[in-house]
């Protein structure tokens, strides 16, 4: 796999600083059930890295000790380290809000198959993969049978009531572009989701978030073996806005890997770009627990566009639309 990163160091990113903090998003391993074009993570069935009970443990400290709102468990699968669901039952006794990174087929996974009620029972809420209505597009970044294993997931997932209007259960659906492209208007597509997949499959859900593939790890050693990588920075570059800084989720998240190493977000997580403090650099979580992180700089590089590109592009999807 080719290394991004020396390229995007190269790309001059505006400054930013961070604000108050609210989400601690916590990478639980990259070992995953499934291998996709666009994941920015590198995950598969074949990665061993996995998060331990004693960093687990940190990162509820954490949280309680910094009375976070939220935390937000990704991956890989998040749902296959032996201390998810653990950790999803002690963040939700402290009133925290819990958000699954969830690709849906997990769901049909050998071992897996009481998951989705436990995340109804816990309220946790349901953040889904979902690239495409369309079964050729899931296919071509995910792999055969992937689309109707994803429309199984959300059909148990709705007659569990998520996606329901008064259900209190919240499923999110994540779309990426096929390729080396920004993403369309996140309201108008999330129309045409609703309406092929309510229409042919009955499926329902609450919003669709829409991502920019970063040009990092898969995609990025992707676009460098197709001759595109260049050109896609150029786009990403010349379709930045300014009025997107503010609204970047590095300003009021932190993520740990699974180690327990600190980040400024994931993507420099996947980067190995650490968070810095002052003259300190690869910062474990056990050594913040009281640290005040406020106005401290993000680490930013040219991968950083793919952030502020467009209507924009966080982890709750479009930067200008979510805060309409």
């Known amino acids: 796999m080719h290394d991004t990163l020396p390229l995007l160091e190269k790309i001059p990113f505006p400054a930013i600083r961070r604000g108050r903090l609210d ?15 666009h994941c920015h993570v590198g995950a598969s069935p074949h990665r061993t890295e996995e998060m331990s009970g004693e960093v687990a443990d940190v990162a509820l400290a954490f949280l309680e000790r910094r009375r976070l709102s939220t935390l937000d468990i990704t991956g890989g699968a998040p749902e296959l380290n032996p201390h998810f669901r653990r950790m999803v039952r002690a963040a939700r006794a402290m009133g925290v809000r819990v958000i699954d990174r969830c690709n849906l087929t997990i769901l049909e996974v050998e071992g897996q198959e009481d998951l989705a009620a436990f995340l109804a029972r816990e309220q946790v809420e349901i953040v889904a993969s979902m690239p495409c209505y369309l079964e050729d ?11 109707d294993a994803s429309i199984r997931g959300l ?20 779309y990426n572009p096929q390729g080396p492209s920004l993403p369309p208007p996140q309201a108008a597509l999330e129309a045409d ?4 997949l309510g229409d ?5 859900f609450n919003r669709l978030y829409t991502l920019a593939n970063m040009p990092i790890q898969r995609f990025g050693s992707t ?13 990403l570059r010349h379709a930045h806005l300014d009025a997107n800084l503010d609204g970047v989720m590095c300003r ?31 910062l474990h979580l056990s050594e913040l627990l009281d640290d005040d992180l406020n106005d401290n700089p993000i680490r930013v590089a040219g991968h950083c566009f793919g952030c502020t590109a467009g209507q924009g592009s966080s982890c709750g999807g479009a930067l200008k639309e979510a805060a309409e």
């Open 23 to 37: 989400t601690l998003q916590v990478n639980v391993g990259y070992r995953c059930n499934q291998s996709c074009v």
């Open 200 to 204: 042919n499959h009955g499926v329902a």
């Open 155 to 174: 059909q148990r997932l709705n007659a569990l009531g998520y996606g329901r209007d008064g259900s209190g259960l919240t499923l999110n659906l994540v």
């Open 252 to 282: 009021n998240l932190i993520s740990i890997d699974w180690r327990g190493f600190v980040y400024d977000c994931d993507f420099n997580q996947m980067l190995d770009l650490p968070l810095k403090r002052g003259a300190q650099d690869r």
């Open 137 to 147: 597009n899931v296919t071509r970044q995910r792999g055969k049978g992937v689309f």
């Open 193 to 196: 989701y609703k309406r092929v």
């Open 223 to 235: 676009l460098i073996s197709k001759g595109e990588f260049d050109s896609y920075l150029d786009t």
